[in-house]
């Protein structure tokens, strides 16, 4: 029993083989089983629920990926990690790759998109207090609100941010929030995504206007300026799959 399926099973005092339909249930309804709880009305705070879900998880199967480092860090642009996992899962997925938080300008994770679910520890060093919530809604991708957000936050214009994202349904609400969308690790391209890539390791062959734009820049060559305007238009981010 994998541990989400056993916290739903303990949370709710049901049995695995309810414990794992309900996951499915809750998934397909609400986007995730946090959000579906919490919409429910359980008693179950953000924090509880990721370090059960995310504490016991066996991060030792992560290996080092010196070749996305490379990547990464050879992207000329601002990357922006956009996940629906807390910051702390993200920090230690990132540890274990190899990857240093420096190399992103801002991590957008669940924190960010819901500082609302946190009241209590806001809360308490506010004055006034602040007011209560009766239902609170769980802001995850695939959702406009997270997608907004996340453009925001970034600090660009839609058009010129390609959004990177291995699942169908977030490359959808990126390309409905007005992104530049690359769908990684599928075999059919959907229409919702302007590229495919089997691997993000293909991202420099699928999309070299990243990097082939500064080249032709520092080059002098004279059709610098068209491709200084495809390099501008898009400002890649870094997905890491929640």
């Not at 953000?46 to 995310?54: A, G, I, Q």
């Not at 991590?107 to 602040?130: K, Q, V, Y």
């Not at 907004?148 to 959004?163: I, S």
């Amino acid at each position: 029993m994998c541990e989400l399926t056993e916290f739903l099973a303990v949370k709710c005092g049901i049995s695995a083989e309810r414990a794992f339909s309900l996951r499915v249930e809750l998934f397909r309804s609400f986007g995730s089983s946090l959000a579906g709880l919490i919409a429910l009305g359980y008693d179950v705070h953000p924090d509880e629920y990721h370090s059960y879900v995310h504490g016991r998880l066996p991060y030792e199967l992560i290996k080092p990926d010196a070749e996305l480092r490379e990547l990464l860090l050879g992207i000329p642009q601002p990357k922006i990690l956009f996940t629906n996992s807390d910051r702390q899962h993200a920090r230690r997925a990132l540890q274990r790759l190899g990857i240093e938080e420096g190399c992103f300008r801002r991590i957008i994770c669940f924190e960010t998109m819901n500082p609302h679910l946190f009241r209590d520890e806001i809360g308490a060093n506010s004055s006034p207090p602040l007011p209560a919530v009766a239902t609170p809604e769980v802001i995850l991708k695939p959702s406009a609100p997270a997608m907004e957000m996340a453009v925001r936050l970034a600090g660009f214009g839609p058009h010129r941010t390609l959004f990177v994202d291995d699942s169908e349904r977030n490359i959808a609400a990126g390309k409905a929030a007005g992104l530049r969308t690359a769908l990684v690790g599928k075999r059919v391209k959907t229409k919702e995504a302007d590229y495919l890539l089997d691997s993000i390791s293909r991202l420099k062959q699928v999309v070299p206007e990243i990097w082939g734009g500064l080249e032709m820049e520092r080059g002098g060559d004279h059709g610098a300026t068209a491709m200084r305007n495809d390099l501008d238009s898009i400002r890649p981010t870094s997905p890491v799959g929640a």
